[in-house]
């Protein structure tokens, strides 16, 4: 299978062919991951270095099961693991790892463009899996991968993202993505949690009330406050956050009949959901996103690394 990208790093540069190429391979995937024995041969003898300088689960977790799988061999290190706690380069820790001959990296870190960096100076593969408030394209495809599964399409759905929309770097990819893919993007949230310019984010629609866009949604995406990355910004109560803009049973009401509810995790209950809607066994696709995590990076791996033959064979 032929693919025509190195990194994956800005969602932009990929094409709705690519991002389809991405999700029918992740589906493909899902097959292995429900056998008796989830693991193929397709990335045997491949280095992947996971090089996470920001605590993660779900993405982490992920990534290391997504390579496991694909028998390829993994490298974890990162944060208080790695010498740049005693003062070494990001540049060179990157080229130390280089020295071992690897393949991928794949890079979290707090700072943005830091993957970026690093395909600057290694010959490795490189995916980003989230710098600063930039992005997390590896997010986007999973959240696309997931509505594509319940409905069947992307393009045409209008999607409400609702929450802190300036300091997340979901956003970052998650919207450029839904764009390519043709859907229509409404983000939601305090005038104090949006980028000083929303417009910037592409985005169709713009609003300060939920209530207001609840009924027009097909897509309810939920985002965490990012506390850790506030910056003084005026932030009310959680107790008030959730009155204006917390999905509620109460506010279930408004919603489309067969509207969903997203959410890149880790959730907070009694903030960005109430517990009925969080667990809501019709709407919430929130463990199918977790589940589509690792169908959708064993996606990018296989494609990134050129994988041998279908990727699939036992």
Not at 73 to 83: K, P, Q, R
Not at 283 to 312: H, K, P, T, W
Request: proline fraction near 5%.
């Amino acid at each position: 299978m032929s693919f025509d990208h190195k990194h994956l790093i800005d969602i932009a540069e990929y094409s709705d062919t690519d991002i389809m190429t991405l999700l029918e391979t992740a589906k493909a995937f899902s097959e292995v991951n429900r056998r008796a024995i989830k693991k193929v041969p397709t990335l045997k003898g491949k280095t992947v270095v996971n090089m996470f300088n920001e605590p993660s689960t779900r993405t982490r977790s992920s990534f290391e099961l997504a390579e496991k799988r694909l028998s390829a061999d993994s490298l974890n290190c990162g944060g208080s693991s790695t010498s740049t706690v005693k003062g070494e380069s990001l540049i060179d820790t990157v080229m130390t790892l280089d020295a071992y001959q690897i393949d991928m990296i794949i890079v979290r870190d707090k700072h943005a463009g830091a993957p970026y960096i690093i395909t600057q100076h290694s010959p490795a593969s490189v995916i980003d899996a989230g710098d600063g408030k930039h992005g997390h394209p590896t997010q986007a495809l999973l959240d696309l991968y997931t509505i594509w599964q319940h409905r069947g399409r992307i393009e045409g759905l209008r999607v409400g993202i609702v929450g802190d929309i300036g300091h997340s770097r979901v956003c970052g990819s998650l919207i450029p993505a839904l764009k390519i893919m043709g859907a229509e993007v409404t983000v939601v949230g305090p005038g104090t949690l949006m980028p000083a310019c929303p417009d910037v984010l592409g985005v169709d629609h713009v609003n300060l009330n939920l209530d207001d866009v609840l009924p027009d949604l097909d897509v309810v995406y939920m985002l965490r406050i990012q506390k850790e990355r506030l910056e003084g910004a005026p932030f009310p109560s959680l107790r008030e956050y959730h009155g204006l803009y917390g999905l509620t049973r109460a506010r279930e009401r408004l919603m489309r009949p067969d509207a969903l509810i997203a959410h890149p995790g880790p959730i907070n209950r009694g903030v960005e959901f109430d517990s009925h809607m969080a667990d809501h066994p019709v709407r919430s696709v929130i463990l199918d996103q977790v589940y589509a995590g690792i169908c959708v990076r064993m996606a990018a791996l296989f494609l990134l690394l050129g994988g041998a033959e279908n990727g699939l064979d036992s």
